[in-house]
């Protein structure tokens, strides 16, 4: 049997044998050596006797075809074999699943029937990125003093894989797909992959491509000269021109309809292109960033997004924990967005006292780090303290709900607004003045003054408390 060329031995395992053998002799033309298994039990035995760099395995290996064993032996390898890669390979119809495994620890996946070429270079950078894995010690200080990461605040492990890979990517030209919530911060995570890379001296440019109508999208990406069109009253550079020798960042990529992802791909695939009424064809030298906080592969899979410029984006794909799931970042976060905020405002310092830090890390942030930025912006123009505390953030998001209900208070001054939170927290307490006091962070005393000031009756709200 030949050695293989790169010294690395890959795991296959599938129950279909044309599979196996399919996938073993694309390996060895690569050359790569394989070892192949058709059931969970033969791979755990490989992984036990043999050096292995990396696994590829499919999903099902029962009639039953629920993906559930895959995700078994998933499992299994990463407990006994946390370092070592996996690539899971499904049908699109199972692209769920696939998506389940690798929040639960593969690498990435791929589907059958596969690109050769797609897969090849998959593989490839899954075992580069393999080789200059994080060491289970490296901590936020350390990734700090290799790299630019200034703008990313947390020191969860989660976030700190997603740094260690950036590290990894970034002096690459490869391909980068960003996946996360909305509000998780991948447009920081682009920002910090062209930072620390060989481009950073040059311009990222940043398109958000669901804002990009079909009629302007070539013009916009690629730009126009003068008379091209009847608008068209002087030349025109477009997103590709100005990225030019930087980085393109293609924000929302999965808004992109299928017409201008054609146009997309015949880019990415010649790397050149043509201004709109140009006949120069220029080179696009530009390395391509993507986000989306839709799951892309299924959108492949419900034909909505094409599958040839899908494997174009995501050679290397990121993805970015929720806030709910890394709450130890919160009081990090909170008091380094309040920082800039006071700043932003040229207002005096502010701080976060102990309770309102936890109930900050109390909350699920469905709308994760965006809404936490808007909580603490909130409360701070509203509560006007030099130390917010956890009954201020009440009164803010008291103030949100009237919002929501219609009470807005545009044009209302301040005096205004005091008086309908007072009377807004009178209601909701059953003008009990003691939670009403807690509730807006004052004393009874100063409550009552304020009762008195706005001429605010409290005889029929206040629950016995007076009598």
């Known amino acids: 049997m030949p050695v293989a060329l790169t010294n690395q031995r890959i795991l296959i395992i599938d129950d279909d044998s044309s599979v196996l053998v399919s996938l073993a002799l694309l390996l060895k033309q690569a050359g790569y050596a394989s070892v192949s298994c058709d059931d969970?039990?033969?791979?755990?035995?490989?992984?036990?006797?043999?050096?292995?760099?990396?696994?590829?395995?499919?999903?099902?290996?029962?009639?039953?075809?629920?993906?559930?064993?895959?995700?078994?032996?998933?499992?299994?390898?990463?407990?006994?074999?946390?370092?070592?890669?996996?690539?899971?390979?499904?049908?699109?119809?199972?692209?769920a699943l696939a998506v389940r495994g690798v929040k639960l620890g593969a690498a990435d996946f791929f589907t059958k029937p596969w690109n050769n070429t797609s897969l090849l270079e998959l593989i490839r950078a899954?075992?580069?990125?393999?080789?200059?894995?994080?060491?289970?010690?490296?901590?936020?200080?350390?990734?700090?003093q290799q790299f630019n990461f200034s703008d990313i605040i947390g020191e969860h492990s989660e976030l700190l894989k997603v740094l260690a890979t950036i590290g990894r990517v970034a002096r690459t030209n490869a391909s980068v797909l960003i996946l996360g919530e909305s509000g998780t911060g991948k447009e920081l995570i682009a920002d910090a992959i062209h930072r620390n890379s060989p481009r950073a001296s040059k311009p990222i440019v940043k398109v958000n491509m669901g804002a990009v109508t079909t009629s302007l999208f070539e013009s916009e990406m690629f730009g126009h000269v003068r008379g091209a069109f009847t608008d068209a009253k002087s030349d025109r550079k477009g997103h590709f021109a100005m990225a030019s020798q930087?980085?393109?960042?293609?924000?929302?990529?999965?808004?992109?309809?299928?017409?201008?992802?054609?146009?997309?791909?015949?880019?990415?695939?010649?790397?050149?292109?043509?201004?709109?009424?140009?006949?120069?064809?220029?080179?696009?030298?530009?390395?391509?960033?993507?986000?989306?906080?839709?799951?892309?592969?299924?959108?492949?899979?419900?034909?909505?997004?094409?599958?040839?410029?899908?494997?174009?984006?995501?050679?290397?794909?990121?993805?970015?924990p929720p806030l709910r799931e890394r709450r130890c970042d919160i009081p990090l976060l909170a008091n380094r967005l309040v920082a800039a905020l006071v700043n932003s405002y040229g207002m005096e310092p502010v701080s976060l006292a102990p309770s309102a830090l936890q109930w900050l890390g109390s909350r699920t942030w469905p709308g994760n780090i965006r809404q936490l930025k808007q909580c603490l912006e909130r409360t701070l123009l509203l509560v006007g303290k030099p130390v917010l505390e956890q009954n201020?953030?009440?009164?803010?998001?008291?103030?949100?709900?009237?919002?929501?209900?219609?009470?807005?208070?545009?044009?209302?001054?301040?005096?205004?607004?005091?008086?309908?939170?007072?009377?807004?927290?009178?209601?909701?307490?059953?003008?009990?003045?003691?939670?009403?006091?807690?509730?807006?962070?004052?004393?009874?005393?100063?409550?009552?003054?304020?009762?008195?000031?706005?001429?605010?009756?409290?005889n029929e709200l206040d629950d016995g408390e007076q009598r």
Not at 59 to 77: R, V, W
Not at 131 to 138: E, F, L
């Open 246 to 320: 930087g980085s393109l960042f293609l924000d929302e990529i999965g808004e992109l309809n299928r017409n201008d992802q054609v146009k997309l791909l015949r880019v990415l695939q010649n790397q050149s292109y043509q201004a709109v009424g140009a006949s120069k064809t220029e080179h696009a030298d530009v390395r391509i960033i993507s986000a989306t906080n839709c799951e892309l592969a299924e959108l492949v899979a419900s034909n909505e997004f094409r599958e040839d410029l899908y494997y174009r984006l995501n050679l290397i794909t990121i993805r970015l």
């Open 392 to 458: 201020d953030f009440l009164f803010a998001e008291q103030h949100e709900e009237a919002q929501g209900q219609g009470m807005s208070i545009a044009g209302m001054t301040l005096d205004q607004v005091e008086k309908l939170m007072i009377e807004k927290a009178m209601e909701q307490y059953q003008g009990n003045i003691t939670r009403v006091a807690k509730a807006l962070g004052l004393s009874r005393f100063s409550l009552y003054r304020r009762l008195e000031k706005h001429q605010i009756n409290i």
């Open 126 to 144: 899954t075992l580069d990125m393999a080789q200059v894995a994080m060491p289970a010690n490296t901590n936020r200080q350390a990734l700090d």
């Open 40 to 95: 969970p039990q033969q791979a755990m035995q490989v992984l036990a006797t043999q050096e292995i760099h990396l696994v590829l395995q499919d999903m099902n290996f029962s009639l039953q075809t629920t993906g559930e064993e895959g995700l078994a032996l998933l499992a299994d390898i990463k407990r006994l074999y946390p370092a070592l890669p996996v690539l899971l390979m499904t049908a699109w119809g199972s692209i």
